[in-house]
């Protein structure tokens, strides 16, 4: 069993940063493949960035350059630092575990991108 606390998130202008945190409970941390998804409202849940157990890291295309997932497997934690925010990628953000069959999703943080 693990269990996934997002933080980080809130309020930022337009072309701001924020760097969102994930910290896992729980053991074999370093196992899982990490993720962070959105989701906006009205809309459906979709892809950031996921990092494997061995750092390879998958980017959706309109994060690449913008955003960056890491991981300290020391700390159980999984973070995701965004930059040159847009209002666009105003949502809830969610970490997620995956190592099957085991799939685990945190609460969710969110991220408001306003002037």
């Known amino acids: 069993q693990v269990q996934l606390v997002e933080s980080g998130g809130g309020l930022v202008q337009p072309g701001g940063s924020l760097r969102l945190s994930c910290a896992a409970s729980g053991s074999r941390f370093s196992i899982y493949t990490m993720g962070w998804y959105r989701q906006a409202p009205g809309k459906q849940r979709e892809l950031v960035a996921t990092i494997t157990s061995v750092g390879s890291t998958n980017y959706a295309e309109s994060m690449k350059g913008r955003f960056t997932i890491s991981r300290d497997n020391a700390k159980k934690t999984v973070y995701l630092q965004t930059n040159s925010l847009k209002p666009e990628d105003t949502a809830v953000y969610y970490c997620?575990?995956?190592?099957?069959?085991?799939?685990?999703w945190g609460q969710g943080t969110q991220v408001t991108v306003s002037s």
């Open positions: 997620n575990a995956n190592f099957e069959p085991w799939n685990y």
